[in-house]
């Protein structure tokens, strides 16, 4: 059985930074895919960063220059580097695993990240 734990989330200043560590376990097939989405109150969730296998990333226009996804020297694992964090930043963190030869995307439970103006 698959799961996907995230890590890193709290309460931190306008200007501050956090890291947001995610790790998949459970498949024995390397991960083709990994994504960070978020979901403030009353809003739809929505995609922060993506990261292939191969290295090619994708980040939302609200986060380009300020975040930056990677991967981790583990199997499946990434992490969110998040700069200059705005108030409007504020929300839970959801990391999303797609792996080879699988269908279906695997979610964790998300963690929650506070940015205080």
């Known amino acids: 059985q698959v799961h996907v734990v995230e890590s890193g989330g709290g309460l931190v200043q306008a200007g501050g930074s956090l890291r947001l560590s995610c790790a998949a376990s459970?498949?024995?097939?390397?991960?083709?895919?990994m994504s960070w989405y978020r979901q403030a109150p009353g809003k739809l969730r929505e995609l922060v960063a993506s990261?292939?296998?191969?290295?090619?990333?994708t980040h939302a226009d609200s986060v380009e220059g300020r975040f930056t996804i990677s991967r981790g020297s583990a199997k499946n694992t990434v992490y969110l580097q998040m700069n200059s964090l705005k108030p409007e930043d504020t929300a839970v963190y959801y990391c999303k695993a797609r792996f080879f030869y699988t269908t279906g995307d695997y979610w964790g439970q998300g963690t929650q990240v506070t940015v205080s103006s």
């Open positions: 990261i292939t296998s191969a290295g090619d990333t």
């Open positions: 459970g498949s024995i097939f390397s991960m083709s895919a």
